[in-house]
């Protein structure tokens, strides 16, 4: 999720991204897209930069971060955990997986682990129902996670190798 | 093309794209609302219809409209007095209601709020809902705008002003559902932010949400200090608009009973801004002529508006060179009784407290500017009230305002002519400079002293006008949105102005952010530009530098206009500051 490049490569990269678009006030949510992409997160100095690039005023921008529950203001963990919670899932025990989940991370939904490594989320239908309960890590879909030892064995993948 | 349909058995026809509560209105039915704002002479609509307030019932159609975003259509029949109708618009306020402090009786709104008088209206008697009360916190870092998001609506329509109308755009609705309020860029104070303290959005804000920083209590414990001598000075927009609160007519000119009721609450000395609005005449032509014999830079911007002067310090910091280099007059005047007066009545500036009545709620931040004193101790004005808490100040202490029998300004500071009148009004300042210009200039008596093409509405008003040969283009522009437009151009080299007032409010102080509540209807204005060139032709004089008092300001004390004097009191400095 997070790109490793410097903040002035971080920079660079979203002004060239905006300089590419031919109607720029038009495509906030776009920008504001590809910018958590860069930086995992949206600060008040990236939205505010981002205003001065579209010639939109810094409150606009913001009123629109903090409107979509996908944009997040707080830096995000290396890995971001989603537990969907659409009717399906909810139906087959996405409740279940997301407190195991909490019990195994040790945070709440919305919170990131101190060593920086999971945030942990929770979303609407991503249209795996065949699957559910689903979890998402960093896009990708893991179905059927009923067993505390599947969850427990999705997350070691993301583990750093000690 | 003109569309027929119904309202309330009403059978009517007005123009194609209408909204229903407009039309509602052409035959005298007033749809209650809390977030419609029309503004027909800025070209600007607030019909986002969060209020829902204004719900009608449309014939053939299963759920209630709301009929300021709703337009007409050929044959509708609306009903706005069904039982279904009145229901849902009495719980509809209910609801706001329930997420809204209780706390009417104490509030700076008390008696002039649209949701209070609605609910009275409405014969609101419970409120059958009770839930959640939003909690935030009150935002008092500014000297001029308090804002109270507890008591904010979410009509949005100090969005629309702030936004599209001064394109400063401090506010957005900020977060999602019950937790959506309006806010600032990531939560900042608002003296963090670009705010320029026009305070629009007060006037437009229907609830106690947005209000000015009341100075009442500091002005009576000054007043009640026997160290101190307190002198007060008024704007000319003050005398056409205080009357509103006392029940007079719009438009009515109270300059007498005004100076009277400023005497009974105790003032030592009642002075007039206006006097110094000639002497910014005198300064601000001088340096026009200056900067046109020097080869300086055009055009020269007037500077007498805060709100203004703090937009282009945000928006265009790097064209700080061009507007004129004059304090506003009340500041001027505040120097000028802090030096000149203080050594005339030989006291010491520092036992004077200088207050200011302005329809201005800037004028507030305004005067804590730092570079606007003369050392830390002495502000040049210690304290400003709006017209608004001027009026309050008269309540609170009995004065029964329209029975007072008219009195004049003191001498020497309160001696006016009727260029400087039309101040507070869009275009006056350039109609008062053209008077002294053209006699300054020609040498010759001007006849006709009234600019008629700089005065009315418009936006943008434009005019050419030769004097001794050379062709002066001027323009004249209130709203910041409209200001904007021409900075741009100016910074893009494509404008041959000359000079260009500019104030920040609709119809330049008349509209200003502290003046009595217009509650939309912008008529007001237009009445209280009206009273103001009338107090212009009442006047004997009517050329600033005509002014004898200015005359002899000059000869005893300040020496040559825009010299040496003039500009360490009456000149000041500018500051880039950062877009947020």
Redesign the interface.
């Known amino acids: 999720m997070c790109d490793t490049a410097s903040p002035n490569q971080f920079v660079q990269k979203l002004d060239d991204y905006i300089d590419s678009l031919t109607h720029k006030k038009e495509n906030l949510i776009g920008v504001l897209h590809y910018a958590q992409e860069i930086y995992g997160y949206l600060p008040d100095n990236v939205q505010w930069h981002i205003a001065q690039k579209l010639d939109i005023p810094s409150a606009t921008v913001y009123g629109v971060v903090s409107f979509y529950s996908f944009f997040t203001m707080i830096p995000r963990g290396e890995h971001v955990v989603n537990v969907c919670t659409g009717t399906a899932c909810f139906v087959r025990g996405a409740e279940k997986l997301k407190e195991e989940l909490e019990n195994q991370l040790k945070i709440k939904a919305g919170e990131t682990s101190p060593d920086n490594l999971f945030t942990l989320e929770t979303l609407r239908c991503v249209g795996a129902c065949g699957l559910a309960p689903v979890m998402i890590v960093d896009g990708k879909v893991h179905g059927r996670m009923h067993k505390p030892q599947d969850i427990n064995e999705v997350l070691a993948k993301y583990r750093p190798e000690s | 093309m003109d569309i027929q349909l119904t309202i309330n058995d009403i059978v009517l026809k007005v123009p194609e794209g209408m909204s229903i509560l407009d039309a509602a209105r052409t035959v005298n039915i007033d749809i209650p609302t809390l977030c419609y704002l029309k503004l027909n002479e800025m070209h600007y609509n607030n019909n986002i219809a969060s209020c829902r307030v204004c719900v009608v019932e449309i014939e053939g159609r299963r759920n209630l409209a709301s009929s300021c975003s709703t337009p007409v259509s050929s044959g509708m029949v609306v009903r706005t007095d069904s039982l279904r109708a009145i229901q849902a618009r009495r719980a509809m306020v209910e609801l706001l209601l329930s997420d809204h402090p209780k706390s009417c009786l104490t509030c700076a709104k008390n008696q002039d709020c649209d949701l209070q008088a609605l609910a009275s209206e409405l014969g609101v008697r419970h409120i059958s809902y009770e839930g959640e009360e939003s909690e935030f916190e009150i935002d008092t870092s500014s000297s001029s705008i308090v804002r109270d998001p507890n008591k904010c609506i979410r009509c949005r329509r100090c969005e629309t002003m702030c936004?599209d109308v001064q394109t400063?755009?401090?506010?957005?609705?900020?977060?999602?559902g019950f937790e959506t309020v309006v806010?600032?860029?990531?939560d900042l104070p608002l003296s963090q932010?670009a705010c320029t303290f026009c305070g629009q959005c007060i006037a437009v804000c229907p609830t106690g949400a947005l209000t000015e920083l009341d100075q009442v209590d500091k002005v009576w414990k000054a007043l009640n200090d026997p160290n101190q001598f307190v002198v007060v000075q008024t704007a000319p927009a003050v005398r056409v608009a205080l009357g509103e609160g006392f029940g007079l007519e719009p438009g009515t000119i109270v300059t007498g009973k005004m100076v009277a009721a400023l005497r009974r609450l105790g003032f030592d000395r009642v002075f007039d801004t206006d006097f110094a609005a000639d002497l910014t005449i005198m300064e601000e032509a001088t340096e026009l002529v200056h900067r046109i014999q020097h080869g300086g830079r055009l055009p020269l911007l007037t500077s007498c508006c805060p709100a203004w002067v703090k937009f282009f310090e945000h928006q265009f910091p790097d064209l700080l060179d061009i507007p004129s280099t004059c304090k506003s007059p009340h500041e001027m005047l505040g120097v000028l009784i802090k030096s000149y007066y203080a050594r005339t009545l030989g006291i010491d500036p520092k036992t004077i407290t200088v207050v200011s009545v302005m329809p201005c709620v800037a004028k507030k931040y305004e005067a804590a500017r730092p570079e606007l004193s003369q050392g830390s101790e002495t502000a040049d004005v210690d304290i400003v009230i709006t017209t608004r808490e001027l009026g309050r100040m008269i309540r609170e202490a009995s004065i029964h305002f329209d029975h007072l029998k008219d009195q004049e300004f003191d001498h020497p500071l309160g001696e006016s002519t009727g260029a400087s009148v039309i101040f507070g009004a869009t275009g006056g300042v350039l109609e008062a400079a053209l008077r002294t210009a053209y006699e300054v200039l020609t040498g010759e008596t001007l006849e006709k002293v009234e600019f008629e093409v700089l005065r009315g509405m418009d936006g943008l008003k434009e005019a050419v006008i030769p004097i001794a040969g050379r062709d002066y283009r001027i323009a004249v522009i209130h709203g910041l949105g409209n200001a904007r437009t021409v900075l741009e151009k100016i910074k893009a080299g494509d404008s041959n102005y000359d000079v260009i007032e500019i104030m920040a409010c609709p119809g330049g102080c008349i509209g200003g952010g502290g003046q009595p509540y217009h509650h939309g209807n912008l008529e007001i204005l237009s009445a209280r530009a009206g009273a103001l060139y009338r107090e212009d032709r009442s006047k004997t004089l009517r050329k600033s530098h005509e002014n004898p008092a200015i005359i002899g300001l000059y000869k005893d004390y300040l020496g040559e206009p825009y010299g040496e004097r003039a500009h360490q009191l009456l000149h000041t400095t500018y500051t880039a500051r950062k877009?947020?």
């Open positions: 936004n400063v755009g401090v506010y957005s609705a900020v977060g999602r806010k600032t860029a990531f932010t877009k947020i």
